[in-house]
């Protein structure tokens, strides 16, 4: 047993805060209303930056945004932003809070009119039904599809503000209702696979992988790792550094 190597998608890194949104969140089925609500907020927040960037001010979103309580969220005014834009623990760009606020006023007259829950309307774009698709590669994995570009338009008649395709796309990977985990990941069950069936596949193939191949892999893996911890730090850096600017000339 203590030979059985766990396999991830390669595009997780040894941060705790990715290894566990991998495991416990993406690609799992959500259904519940608060829970959407929060993660396409966190899409809109995530827009132009890194998940890492945003999953570390995770909780500092939730009590901002009343633990996401759409209700509560939609009453939210002019005040309640500057008052947002005034914490450090955010990222303070005033468009996507905004956003935040605007759609969550969306969300309610959205369920108004159609007489349906935000939950039943957002998986309704797939069938009420995951999309598993194959991926065996990071490169293989879709940025958007028919189906995002079909929930970014529905949204923007609806009203709703930063809800792009390829952020729609990010979203439904994220809830479950697209499964992108690579046919190697311990993640992934498909439709007539159980999670115990999975590692005897997985040791299965480790063992067709040849030593040479396995060194490549994990030193491709290795450079990934610093590159994207260098692009967080950069990225973190011109958040600040276009706070400062805006607090000194705006």
């Known amino acids: 047993m203590s030979n ?10 040894k941060d705790p805060i990715y290894l566990d949104y991998h495991d416990n969140e993406w690609g799992k089925p959500q259904r519940d209303r608060v829970r959407l609500f929060e993660m396409l907020s966190l899409g809109v927040t ?67 009119k159609l007489k349906i829950s935000f939950p039943e309307y957002l998986w309704g774009f797939v069938g009420d ?33 930063f ?14 209702m697209i499964n992108d985990h690579l046919e190697d990941c311990f993640c992934r069950v498909g439709p007539t696979q159980s999670s115990a069936a999975k590692p005897a596949a997985r040791k299965s193939k ?15 893996v290795v450079i990934r790792e610093f590159l994207i911890e260098y692009s967080h730090l950069f990225e973190e850096s011109l958040v600040r550094v276009y706070e400062i600017t805006k607090s000194v000339y705006c």
């Open 46 to 112: 995530q827009c132009g930056l890194s998940w890492n960037i945003v999953f570390k001010r995770r909780d500092s979103y939730r009590v901002a945004f009343s633990q996401f309580n759409i209700e509560n969220i939609s009453k939210f005014t002019g005040e309640d932003i500057d008052r947002l834009m005034k914490n450090e623990q955010l990222i303070r760009h005033r468009g996507k809070l905004e956003a935040i606020v605007n759609n969550a006023k969306m969300v309610l007259e959205l369920e108004s």
């Open 4 to 13: 059985i190597v766990i396999k991830r998608c390669g595009w997780t890194i």
């Open 129 to 161: 039904k995951p999309i598993l698709n194959n991926n065996t590669s990071i490169s293989g994995i879709p940025t958007k599809s028919d189906v995002s570009d079909k929930m970014a338009a529905s949204l923007k008649t609806y009203g709703f503000k």
């Open 163 to 176: 809800t792009g395709t390829t952020i729609c796309y990010a979203f439904m990977q994220t809830v479950g």
């Open 206 to 220: 480790l063992k067709q992988t040849s030593p040479i191949k396995e060194t490549v892999v994990e030193s491709v």
